[in-house]
């Protein structure tokens, strides 16, 4: 942040995506944290690295998860939107 008190455009733009996808959230946080390795035990290079990428690997599968699912809903309401008669749900035996 270039100032504490107040962020920039930027990146108010940032949190408000992250707050909507708090499993990215969660992911970068402990991207930063081990970029940080400020606390806990002390780990090799070969062992950071190890964990950077699970940590990246799970963040791109959250990432594509989200996509996924708001495409998915998109799709929906445009159907819903194109087709108005057409009825939703499980079928009535």
Do not use: C, V
Not at 2 to 9: G, K, M, R, V
Not at 26 to 40: D, M, P, Y
């Amino acid at each position: 942040m270039a100032n504490d008190s107040n962020p920039t455009e930027s990146e108010e733009q940032l949190l408000q995506l992250l707050r909507r996808h708090p499993e990215l959230a969660r992911r970068i946080h402990a991207i930063a944290e081990l970029a940080e390795a400020s606390t806990g035990e002390i780990l090799s290079a070969d062992q950071i690295e190890h964990l950077l990428q699970q940590e990246t690997r799970a963040l791109g599968k959250a990432a594509m998860e989200g996509w996924a699912q708001e495409l998915e809903q998109r799709l929906a309401d445009q159907f819903k939107e194109r087709n108005p008669g057409t009825r939703y749900g499980k079928k009535n035996d």
